[in-house]
């Protein structure tokens, strides 16, 4: 079996919000680039990446996977990934990756998770992830207060069945953001799962003093407090939370600097920076190793990544966390039967052959033209469109 070709559309599909983050505003929609993975025998293996219109970017690989063995995926990863460092990308390999795996399951007729190691639950819980909302679905206001965010969660935990929750933190206030999660503690009680993440912008005593009040709350870990190894290095020593990230280390030049200077206790997987699902499952035997936690990011992802993302973290037995999840903010998705099902805040594995997903086309042609209307926000995605003077600033607060 060989690889003919590769196809790529970019689709943007609505949310129900516009979420804020430290660096920006998703304005309405989240974008990602679909690719297919033709071979010879006629099999297509779907794959996802986001960032923006990839399309480009993945054409320049094309020569280089054309001919190739979607088994031999060392290869792949050689000519790829480890060709030439200043075209390595982890996140456009992990989406050929994730093709390939969708070609080997469909061949084989089975799941992706059984080419991981075979899945060892049945579904994935996920979290709710609180972002501070402009224009909200409902009144059309934004999120001002921690009661805003609070009642939301309560919203999501009655209507979706999640038992954790995570903010998307550096938005507001830190102390205003603390609030949430006290908040949150009060109106679902102590068994409810409790994150921050403010994505490194605050300072080491910032993120030290706000870690400090949050250690009555028993929260399950505080997310990139501060920037760099070494912010997260400073808080880790002077507060009693576990530090989390999904930045640094968020690849595996940094994992072992990471881990000798003891900046993390919880690492979060995601097949893009971690150079696909078997990447993912690299990582998780380092640190397994160390004994360090493991749990999942979410990088705003359509139905094809987050199936990835389920036959991954299902073949995990240390993913004790709910995973991340941004999927509860997009009214649709370009996948066959429409978005995937929450069901006691979890969603069942896929057991269909690969992925187990397939593409809607009418859906696929939608969107893309959507994408066309909108336009790539990636160029444009530090700015805020209530605050035009406004830009990120990391370490002022």
């Known amino acids: 079996m060989k690889i003919i070709d590769l196809k790529t559309r970019c689709v943007a599909i609505p949310l129900n919000a516009q979420l804020r983050h430290n660096t920006g505003v998703h304005p309405g929609y989240f974008l990602r680039t679909i690719l297919e993975l ?55 390999y992990a989406a050929l990756e994730m093709a390939c795996l969708d070609i080997q399951g469909k ?44 009642d939301y969660c309560v919203e999501l935990h009655q209507t979706l069945g999640v038992n954790a929750m995570k903010l998307k933190a550096g938005v ?31 300072s080491v005593s910032t993120a030290v003093k706000m870690g400090k009040r949050m250690e009555e709350l028993g929260i399950e870990y505080f997310e990139d407090p501060s920037w760099g190894l070494q912010g997260n290095a400073s808080v880790r020593q002077q507060i009693r939370i576990p530090i989390a990230s999904n930045m640094y280390p968020a690849r595996f030049d940094d994992l072992a600097p990471a881990i000798r200077l003891g900046a993390v206790d919880i690492v979060l997987t995601d097949i893009h920076y971690w150079e696909g699902p078997r990447g993912v499952k690299d990582l ?89 209307e909108k336009g790539d926000y990636y160029a444009r995605f530090h700015q805020d469109p209530y605050r035009p003077e406004w830009y990120p600033k990391v370490g002022g607060i």
Not at 300 to 309: Q, R
């Open 38 to 92: 033709v071979t010879d025998e006629g099999i297509i293996g779907l794959g996802e990446v986001g960032g923006g219109d990839q399309c480009g970017a993945l054409q320049k690989l094309k020569p280089r996977i054309i001919g190739l063995d979607p088994f031999q995926l060392e290869v792949m990863k050689l000519k790829v990934l480890r060709s030439i460092y200043y075209m390595s990308n982890a996140r456009l």
């Open 107 to 150: 061949v084989l007729n089975r799941p992706m998770s059984d080419l991981l190691g075979g899945r060892i639950r049945d579904e994935v819980p996920f979290i709710a992830y609180l972002f501070w909302r402009y224009d909200r679905p409902g009144d059309g206001k934004h999120d001002q207060t921690a009661e805003d965010l609070a």
């Open 172 to 202: 507001m206030q830190p102390e205003e953001e603390v609030r949430v999660l006290e908040l949150c503690r009060q109106k679902l009680g102590s068994d409810f799962g409790l994150r921050i993440d403010p994505n490194g912008v605050w």
């Open 284 to 372: 998780v035997a380092v640190c397994n190793a160390f004994n360090m936690g493991i749990a999942m990011h979410s990088g705003a992802e359509f139905g094809i990544e987050l199936a990835a993302m389920i036959h991954t973290a299902a073949t995990i037995p240390t993913m004790t966390f709910a995973g991340d999840a941004h999927y509860h903010y997009l009214t649709d998705d370009i996948i066959e039967g429409g978005k995937m099902e929450y069901v006691n805040g979890c969603i069942k594995v896929p057991t269909g052959p690969g992925l187990g997903v397939s593409l809607d086309e009418d859906k696929m042609k939608f969107y893309q033209k959507y994408y066309e």
